[in-house]
């Protein structure tokens, strides 16, 4: 398994919890992330173990196994 | 200020408001419903609530129907019952990037929805340090607008009713003491009020307006309506009028009749 790891880190799966949801990601950082959700990064904000990511270190924000991240909006409110 | 009123513009922190008139984004029958509701009702400003992203994509998203060249987003902390609830929704609001405006919301119980004062009171002084145009619903309690404005929020919020009841504005003595608490506490420009929650009516947001409020926040008092454009637009006459009425100077009230005819040159 290690050897395959080495050779194939891409088909390893991380097991993240997002948005309350386990799931499993092929994203490293953040960006990646939402692009693999399909959430455009503009008027997002996101939490990685209750710590907000500024979005200019999206890129670079790395996820590891087990992150819990939460992503949010904005929806009608009063 | 001007009688038309519109040159009478509302400027807090330095962002001015075209509109007294704050309305909500929650509770339409449609996206599109409100975007029509929000056109007719004039404003300029929108609250807006922090929420987890869809990931399934069952539902439109706000923003579409939204043009933010044209509304100022004010995100909320509604539905936060604890400081530390209302700082993390605070900050994911401001860090969506479009607003470092905050309604900020501390709930106390979940029946009455009335505001939890101290944390309330706790957790505007930390958002004001950070930075935060602070805006704090509040109760209409005169001596905890003092407390807020000195913690460094922008205006307060106290409500005229409870959230969504309808029910108008309940202690219209106490909001007109708020105003007089408050006003030498940020001289020379004063503190702004905004009355938030209970407006059911056009009436209601009349009476805010003609106590000297500064403006109105309205979110069920038009999403609930049985034509809430009709009724957005309802607000904003009664907005203005209540407005214009405060300017004007209203007539003090007597007992009794005083005669608006001459009672000289009639016959005998």
Not at chain 1, 10 to 32: F, S, Y
Not at chain 2, 176 to 199: N, Y
Request: net charge neutral; aromatic share 6%.
């Amino acid at each position: 398994m290690r050897f395959l790891i080495l050779i194939f880190p891409k088909w390893v799966h991380m097991r993240l919890k997002v948005n309350g949801e386990p799931m499993d990601c092929m994203a490293e950082t953040v960006q990646a992330l939402l692009q693999e959700l399909g959430v455009k990064a503009q008027a997002v904000a996101v939490e990685v173990n209750f710590s907000i990511v500024s979005k200019k270190d999206f890129g670079a924000f790395p996820l590891k196994e087990g992150d819990q991240v939460e992503i949010v909006n904005f929806v009608g409110g009063g | 200020m001007e009688k038309d009123g519109q040159k009478d513009k509302l400027i807090i922190k330095g962002i001015e408001f075209s509109s007294r008139l704050w309305v909500g984004t929650g509770k339409y029958g449609s996206l599109e419903e409100m975007a029509q509701a929000l056109e007719a009702s004039g404003t300029d400003v929108v609250t807006v609530s922090v929420r987890r992203v869809d990931l399934k994509r069952t539902a439109e998203s706000l923003l579409n129907y939204i043009d933010l060249k044209k509304y100022k987003i004010l995100p909320n902390t509604a539905g936060c019952y604890t400081v530390e609830d209302a700082l993390r929704y605070a900050r994911l609001g401001r860090e969506a990037g479009l607003s470092d405006m905050v309604k900020l919301e501390v709930i106390g119980d979940e029946k009455t929805l009335f505001p939890d004062v101290i944390g309330l009171l706790q957790a505007t002084e930390t958002l004001a340090k950070e930075g935060f145009i602070v805006f704090p619903y509040t109760n209409d309690d005169p001596i905890m607008a003092k407390r807020l404005i000195d913690a460094g929020a922008a205006c307060v919020m106290p409500l005229g009713a409870p959230i969504g009841s309808g029910l108008g504005i309940r202690n219209p003595y106490n909001i007109k003491i708020i105003l007089e608490t408050v006003a030498p506490r940020c001289a020379p420009l004063g503190c702004p009020v905004v009355v938030d929650a209970g407006v059911g009516t056009a009436s209601d947001a009349a009476i805010a307006m003609e106590l000297g409020c500064d403006a109105v926040l309205i979110n069920t008092g038009i999403a609930g309506a049985k034509d809430p454009v009709a009724m957005a637009s309802a607000m904003k006459h009664a907005v203005l009028a209540g407005r214009l009425s405060w300017g004007a100077g209203r007539i003090s009230k007597k007992l009794y009749a005083t005669a608006s005819s001459p009672l000289e040159g009639m016959l005998l």
